[in-house]
Nanobody
Framework: QVRLAEAGGGVAQLGGSLRLSCIAS????????MAWYRQGAEKAREMVAT???????DYRDAVKGRFTISRDLANNAVYLQMDNLKLADTAVYYC?????????WGQGIQVTVLP
């Protein structure tokens, strides 16, 4: 059974930083893309950042220059360093593991940015 365990969310002040982590178990993720998505209140889930096994990263425009995705392939982990947080970053963040024909999701972790 594949499980994605997220950690590191919480509350930050405007302009502050948080670091999210996600550890995959039950499957080797080293050959698959991993990503972070988020869903704000009454909004659709959106891709925040994604990284291929070779280390190529893509970001949504709103977080470019502020967020950094990284992976530890040996430990089936993906991280999201979030700096210069904005109020609009408040959302539930989800870890994603994409394998052919299926997406695995974490349970979600709340990130709240306060003014």
């Amino acid at each position: 059974q594949v499980r994605l365990a997220e950690a590191g969310g919480g509350v930050a002040q405007l302009g502050g930083s948080l670091r999210l982590s996600c550890i995959a178990s039950g499957r080797d993720s080293s050959n698959n893309n991993m990503a972070w998505y988020r869903q704000g209140a009454e909004k659709a889930r959106e891709m925040v950042a994604t990284m291929t096994p070779s280390g190529r990263a893509d970001y949504r425009d709103a977080v470019k220059g502020r967020f950094t995705i990284s992976r530890d392939l040996a430990n089936n982990a993906v991280y999201l360093q979030m700096d210069n947080l904005k109020l609009a970053d408040t959302a539930v963040y989800y870890c994603n593991l994409a394998v052919p024909g299926w997406d695995y999701w974490g349970q979600g972790i709340q990130v709240t940015v306060l003014p």
